[in-house]
């Protein structure tokens, strides 16, 4: 089955500075990459997502951009904020036509 | 606008006896998605309703099944609880021709 990989699992920046998030993914059919941010307590928030057909999207402070031949996928946060803390999921949309997640990255930003 | 909602927020069900979580869809949404997400990993997808029948479903066992009722909330059952069991039960609802899930807060449940 499809096997999506995320790296690292934690990481901390100091406030203002970039956080970058990676995935890797196995299913060539795969169309759809989202980003959901998880807040303690609470269910995942999609954030961000792109689709096949386009290489980098952006939403002010957040990027994701995708590379199909190599079968990742990153999400690019800048000019960090204490508030960006979180557990953050890749996901891709594949076989199956089902989601599959990646394992999350717990982001800490140090004020 | 509410947003998905479900419940009961956390629950406690002794090993073999049966649970059932209900879910509430954002308003204007007709797709329900049940996951699974256990401590410190990403959610796994149990399975997805829509116009009332079962349209996808994960690597789950017959334990777990569900419902969808034609105000388009669900409900997932699980029988016979294993203390494996013990996850956060996460309910996302889209519009069927959509990929944009939205997700409740979540369902945790504690086998002992």
């Known amino acids: 089955g499809e096997n999506v990989e995320q790296h690292p699992s934690t990481l901390s920046v100091q406030e203002g500075d970039s956080a970058v998030i990676k995935c890797t993914y196995s299913d060539s059919a795969s169309n759809y990459f989202p980003w959901y941010k998880q807040e303690l307590g609470k269910g995942p928030q999609l954030i961000i997502d792109i689709r096949s057909n386009v290489g980098e999207k952006k939403d002010q402070r957040i990027a994701v951009t995708l590379n199909k031949t190599a079968k990742h996928f990153s999400l690019h946060i800048t000019e960090t904020q204490p508030e960006d803390s979180a557990v953050y999921f890749c996901?891709?949309?594949?076989?199956?036509?089902?989601?599959?997640f990646g394992t999350g990255t717990s982001l800490t930003v140090i004020p | 606008d509410a947003g998905v909602t479900q419940s009961p927020t956390h629950l406690i069900k002794t090993r073999g006896q049966q649970v059932t979580l209900r879910c509430s869809p954002k308003?204007?949404?007709?797709?329900v998605s049940w996951y699974q997400q256990a401590l410190g990993q990403g959610p796994q997808f149990i399975f997805q309703y829509y116009e009332e029948e079962e349209r996808q479903r994960g690597n789950f066992p017959d334990r777990f099944s569900g419902h969808q009722f034609p105000n388009y909330s669900s409900e997932l059952n699980v029988n016979a609880l294993l203390l494996g069991d013990s996850a956060l039960y996460l309910c996302a609802s889209s519009l069927v021709r959509s990929y944009e899930q939205y997700f409740g807060p979540g369902t945790r449940l504690t086998v002992t």
């Open positions: 308003s204007g949404h007709d797709t």
């Open positions: 996901a891709d949309w594949g076989t199956g036509n089902q989601f599959y």
